[in-house]
């Protein structure tokens, strides 16, 4: 059966998000760059610094680090915009972000369909951590300056007193905006344009047959593909929906969201990279690569798990 796009109802949601989003990364943004024209931001990095070399990066780097696992990836990227950065220190600042951010809320989805915090918690730090260094003691390359993004630059003159630092720092702030809504706008619109032509549920078929070498009952491939495509967040209503209709089992349900929360909305959070001007193809590798071999080692691990379905329980604690 054939079915319509809501092309209209894409580009409303794509510019609410980019209205919603960019409320978060102008502030951001713009403290940023006041900050980088104060002495603030140097005793900031200064002090982190040490710690930071371990990743090969500059203190700088803990802003987009701090900001994206308490906030967002959109929060980051506005604070990796606004620090200097070599595409190799991007590509590592990426590859954290993507295994740790929004760890509050993402956690509280795990923690509602019954899967222990710590372990999740524990999962995206770890893998965040052990991918920066492998990635800083073996690629050799990556030292020229991240790209300026899909909207050209304007060039500022060195800003003299409060009145043109504040200036350029709100030009500067914009400018990041800019590149936010290039692509978050026609994202949301493919995302809808997928959701409506019954993409999510061709998905869930294809990756069906994938769940079995995992140790993932068929019956999770619904919850994997929204992960997957929506994200623990966006995604969390339906996730949870499934997880007591189906009524899992705790290690099923364990494995799936081990899995998601190494590797989920693998394409909004891999494409909101692109303005950076580094390598997102393998960003993606390593996401899928990782969460494959994190699961299958749980899977192992919880092999003597117990069956209680997680909807009788999740029923008792609410």
Request: glycine share 8%.
């Given at each position: 059966?054939?079915?319509?796009?809501?092309w209209?109802?894409?580009?409303r949601?794509?510019?609410?998000?980019?209205?919603?989003?960019?409320?978060i990364?102008l502030p951001?943004?713009f403290?940023?760059q006041?900050?980088k024209?104060?002495?603030?931001?140097?005793?900031?990095?200064?002090?982190?610094?040490?710690?930071m070399?371990?990743f090969?990066?500059?203190?700088?780097a803990?802003?987009?680090?701090?900001?994206?696992?308490?906030?967002n990836?959109?929060?980051?990227?506005?604070?990796m915009q606004?620090?200097?950065?070599?595409v190799?220190?991007?590509f590592i600042?990426?590859?954290?972000?993507?295994?740790?951010?929004?760890m509050?809320?993402?956690?509280?989805?795990?923690?509602?369909?019954g899967?222990?915090?710590?372990?999740v918690?524990?999962?995206?730090?770890g893998?965040?951590?052990?991918s920066?260094l492998?990635?800083?003691w073996?690629w050799?390359?990556?030292?020229?300056?991240?790209?300026?993004?899909v909207?050209?630059?304007?060039?500022?003159?060195?800003?003299?007193?409060?009145?043109?630092?504040?200036?350029t720092?709100?030009?500067?702030a914009?400018?990041?905006?800019?590149?936010?809504?290039?692509i978050?706008?026609?994202?949301m619109?493919?995302?809808?344009?997928?959701?409506?032509v019954?993409?999510l549920?061709?998905?869930a078929?294809?990756?069906m047959p994938?769940?079995k070498?995992?140790?993932?009952s068929?019956?999770?491939a619904?919850?994997?593909?929204?992960?997957?495509?929506a994200?623990?967040?966006?995604?969390?209503?339906?996730?949870?929906?499934?997880a007591?209709?189906r009524?899992?089992?705790?290690?099923?349900?364990?494995?799936?969201?081990?899995?998601?929360a190494?590797?989920?909305?693998?394409?909004?959070?891999?494409?909101?990279?692109?303005?950076?001007g580094?390598?997102?193809v393998?960003?993606l590798?390593?996401?899928?690569l990782?969460?494959?071999?994190v699961?299958?080692?749980v899977?192992?691990?919880?092999?003597?798990?117990?069956?209680?379905?997680?909807?009788q329980?999740?029923?008792r604690?609410?």
């Open positions: 059966m054939n079915r319509s796009v809501d209209k109802k894409g580009m949601a794509g510019l609410k998000t980019s209205w919603e989003l960019s409320k990364v951001i943004a403290v940023i006041v900050a024209q104060t002495p603030v931001l140097g005793w900031v990095t200064e002090s982190i610094a040490p710690f070399s371990v090969g990066l500059g203190g700088e803990a802003i987009p680090l701090v900001l994206g696992n308490v906030l990836l959109y929060a980051a990227l506005g604070a606004a620090v200097d950065l070599t190799k220190q991007a600042l990426a590859v954290m972000l993507s295994f740790s951010h929004n509050f809320i993402e956690s509280a989805v795990c923690r509602r369909v899967v222990a915090t710590w372990a918690i524990t999962v995206r730090m893998l965040a951590v052990v920066a492998i990635i800083n073996t050799a390359g990556g030292g020229e300056p991240i790209a300026q993004g909207v050209a630059p304007v060039e500022h003159a060195h800003a003299d007193g409060w009145g043109d630092i504040l200036l720092a709100f030009y500067a914009a400018e990041g905006v800019l590149q936010l809504v290039v978050v706008l026609p994202l619109v493919v995302l809808q344009a997928l959701k409506d019954g993409f549920d061709r998905v078929q294809w990756i994938l769940l070498p995992l140790s993932i068929g019956h999770g619904i919850a994997m593909a929204t992960g997957l495509f994200g623990l967040f966006l995604g969390a209503g339906l996730i949870i929906q499934e007591e209709e009524n899992f089992s705790k290690r099923d349900m364990t494995l799936i969201m081990i899995f998601l190494a590797c989920h909305a693998v394409v909004e959070d891999t494409l909101i990279f692109v303005p950076l580094i390598p997102v393998y960003l590798l390593i996401r899928l990782a969460a494959i071999a699961t299958l080692v899977a192992r691990l919880l092999v003597n798990a117990g069956e209680e379905p997680l909807g329980r999740m029923q604690s609410s």
